[in-house]
């Protein structure tokens, strides 16, 4: 294994505990300091508790932002196909939110899923287009 891919698969596992720290662990270093909550939403972008249709997008645009690491580390590290990349982020997330329900460490919510996804699949695709300008 060349160094590049060394690198490239050494980041990812760094970035996937990196993740499991902001998503389960909520950077909190301990589960008793994490708001014990055990709730389900099944419906995408609902929000109880929100006045006037408002929208809780800085939460949205976060876990968008926070999955797009993940995806483009995922396919540096192993160039896999991008659907198959797509589907394992896929349930990491789905993973991520039934861990929640689970420990009772947060709400388990599709909106999450479908963000986390998207920010998954971004970073999955910068990643291919830098690929292909490279090879130019």
């Known amino acids: ?4 891919a060394w690198l490239a698969k050494a980041a990812f596992f760094v970035y996937l505990l990196l993740l499991v720290w902001i998503v389960i ?18 419906i995408p972008f609902h929000y109880e508790n929100v006045f006037e249709g408002d929208f809780p997008l ?5 876990n968008i932002l ?10 540096k590290a192993f160039h896999g196909h991008v659907l198959r990349e797509a589907l394992l982020v896929v349930s990491l997330s789905l993973s991520f939110e039934i861990t929640q329900y689970v420990l009772s460490i947060g709400a388990s919510d599709i909106t999450d899923l479908i963000t986390n996804t998207l920010g998954g699949v971004v970073g999955i695709a910068l990643a291919v287009l830098i690929a292909k300008r490279s090879a130019l």
């Open 66 to 75: 926070v999955f797009v690491p993940f995806g483009f580390l995922l396919h």
């Open 58 to 62: 800085f939460e949205a645009l976060l």
């Open 1 to 4: 294994m060349n160094r590049n």
């Open 25 to 42: 662990f909520k950077t909190n270093f301990s589960l008793e300091d994490i708001h014990m909550v055990r709730e389900v939403n099944l």
